[in-house]
């Protein structure tokens, strides 16, 4: 099992630890970040990646996901590597992520992806998240509780199988849906993980805004 982890944050340190309790190897992707990010991963356990400048998270997922696939062939192993999903602010919550991988790793479902068991006000965040379920429902039938958690535990062959990849943070939409008219297993398992509480300043504003882009990308595309 490998567990890539998406963008930098100061639980870092916390939640690289927390997923080597699960995890064989861990793959922290730093998107193109001016501060200490790669070097406190590393100091951490991670084996680090960097990109030259911000290229979002469909890419950042993509970048770790080569990197697994790359290291498997290099060593001799029965079968690929799983592939788990973090971002970096669950902090020591990501030690409870072992739920997600155990249908994977059974083979008892194709992805899973988690409901946090510890909900937290969505403010306007709650329009994106809306939008996401409606669609995702419209295109498979299926209304997922928390369609845009990244926290998500997948095969390799699902994780091929839903590329391309869509841009930013339309990724996770895009993907419950393509992989459902797949007819591949995809299931919600609920942990007790956590992000840090979303922010309500502009900067928070303005990412929630590129996400509800995104999302609506995602489903024209596929509606």
């Keep these: 099992m490998s567990v890539p982890i998406l963008k930098q944050g100061p639980f870092l340190i916390a939640t ?6 699960d995890a064989d190897l861990v793959v922290v992707v730093d998107d193109g970040s001016r501060d200490a990010t790669a070097r406190v991963a590393e100091e ?3 084996s680090v990646l960097r990109h030259a400048r911000n290229r979002g998270k469909a890419a950042a997922m993509e970048t770790g996901a080569e990197a697994v696939r790359l290291l498997d062939q290099r060593e001799p192993r029965d079968s690929p590597r799983h592939l788990l999903f973090l971002d970096a602010d669950l902090g020591v919550t990501a030690a409870e992520a072992g739920p997600l991988i155990t249908p994977v790793a059974t083979g008892e479902a194709d992805v899973t992806i988690a409901v946090f068991a510890t909900r937290v006000k969505l403010g306007g ?7 996401s379920a ?8 299926w209304t997922p509780a928390q369609p845009l958690n ?6 390799r062959a699902a994780f091929d199988a839903a590329r391309p990849l869509a841009r930013g943070f339309g990724v996770e939409t895009a993907m ?4 459902k008219r797949k007819g591949l297993r995809v299931t919600e398992v609920e942990v007790p993980l ?3 509480a979303t922010g309500a300043d502009l900067r928070a504003r303005l990412h ?4 509800l882009a995104d999302v609506a990308w995602a489903l024209a595309t596929r509606l």
């Design 16 to 21: 690289v630890q927390g997923a080597l309790s």
């Design 194 to 196: 956590a992000h840090r």
């Design 134 to 141: 409606a669609g995702i429902r419209r295109a498979t039938g």
């Design 176 to 179: 419950s849906i393509d992989l």
């Design 150 to 155: 990244g926290q998500r535990c997948l095969s």
């Design 44 to 46: 951490a356990g991670a």
């Design 125 to 131: 965040h709650g329009l994106v998240v809306g939008l």
């Design 208 to 211: 929630r805004a590129r996400q």
